[in-house]
T-cell receptor, first 114, second 113 residues
Framework: KQEVTQIPAALSVPEGENLVLNCSFTDSAIYNLQWFRQDPGKGLTSLLLIQSSQREQTSGRLNASLDKSSGRSTLYIAASQPGDSATYLCAVRPGIGNTGKLIFGQGTTLQVKP | DTGVSQDPRHKITKRGQNVTFRCDPISEHNRLYWYRQTLGQGPEFLTYFQNEAQLEKSRLLSDRFSAERPKGSFSTLEIQRTEQGDSAMYLC???????????FGNGTRLTVT
C-alpha cells in the first residue's frame, strides 16, 4: 500500500531564505508526483507535476526533484517571501491501475516571516 | 476556462440531515474526483468518474454516501443521515485522461452539529 510522508510538518523561516520541503513515498511504482499549495480554508493549487521518467521540474522560484528509486521528492523554494506562507502538499499517482487518483502526504505548513 | 467550481462553499447542518454538494469540472476534462480533507491532514480519495461512469470508490465511502455524474458533466455528492464525523472539507478535482495534472476546486466545508 502506497504511503506518502512529508517532513517537517511545519517550518518557519525568515524572508529571503532558500528552503527545501521533503516528501517520501513507500512504493517506487508511480506514474507521476505532483506538488500543491493550499492556503487556509481554500482548495489546492497545482504547482509542479513531475512524470516518473523525469528528474526535475522548474517554475519560477520553485524547483521540484524526483528520485523514484529512493522514493523521494524535494520542493526547493528560492528567496522565500511572506506570500509563500501556505501548506505544501505532495501527492503521488500510483503506477497500478489507470484511475489517475492521487495519494497525498499530510503536508508541510510553511511560515515565511517578514 | 473558469476552473473547477464547487457549491456551496460552506454548509452547516444538524446531525441526521441529508446534504448534497455540487461540482462543475473544467469543461474539457473527462475525469472527476471527490476527496475529503480533515484538519491537518492531506486529502483522502473518495471516488472517481470517467465521463458518467463511476469507476472506483474508496472504502471510506460508506453506504450513506452516494455520488453521481449524469451525462458526464457536473457531479453531485450526497451524504445521508449526516454524522459529526462527516465534518470535513469536501474537494472536487478534474483532469484529462492519461498522465495529466489534477485541478482542484475550492471545496465545500461541511460542519455537522
Amino acid at each position: 500500500k502506497q504511503e506518502v510522508t512529508q517532513i517537517p510538518a511545519a517550518l518557519s523561516v525568515p524572508e529571503g531564505e532558500n528552503l527545501v520541503l521533503n516528501c517520501s513515498f513507500t512504493d517506487s511504482a508511480i506514474y507521476n508526483l505532483q506538488w500543491f499549495r493550499q492556503d487556509p480554508g481554500k482548495g489546492l493549487t497545482s504547482l509542479l507535476l513531475i512524470q516518473s521518467s523525469q528528474r526535475e521540474q522548474t517554475s519560477g522560484r520553485l524547483n521540484a526533484s524526483l528520485d523514484k528509486s529512493s522514493g523521494r521528492s524535494t520542493l526547493y523554494i528560492a528567496a522565500s517571501q511572506p506570500g509563500d506562507s501556505a501548506t505544501y502538499l505532495c501527492a503521488v499517482r500510483p503506477g497500478i491501475g489507470n484511475t489517475g487518483k492521487l495519494i497525498f502526504g499530510q503536508g508541510t505548513t510553511l511560515q515565511v516571516k517578514p | 476556462d473558469t476552473g473547477v467550481s464547487q457549491d456551496p462553499r460552506h454548509k452547516i447542518t444538524k446531525r441526521g440531515q441529508n446534504v448534497t454538494f455540487r461540482c462543475d469540472p473544467i469543461s474539457e476534462h473527462n475525469r472527476l474526483y471527490w476527496y475529503r480533507q480533515t484538519l491537518g491532514q492531506g486529502p483522502e480519495f473518495l471516488t472517481y468518474f470517467q465521463n458518467e461512469a463511476q469507476l472506483e470508490k474508496s472504502r471510506l465511502l460508506s453506504d450513506r454516501f452516494s455520488a453521481e455524474r449524469p451525462k458526464g458533466s457536473f457531479s453531485t455528492l450526497e451524504i445521508q443521515r449526516t454524522e459529526q464525523g462527516d465534518s470535513a472539507m469536501y474537494l472536487c478535482a478534474s483532469s484529462f485522461e492519461g498522465n495529466s495534472p489534477l485541478h482542484f476546486g475550492n471545496g465545500t466545508r461541511l460542519t455537522v452539529t
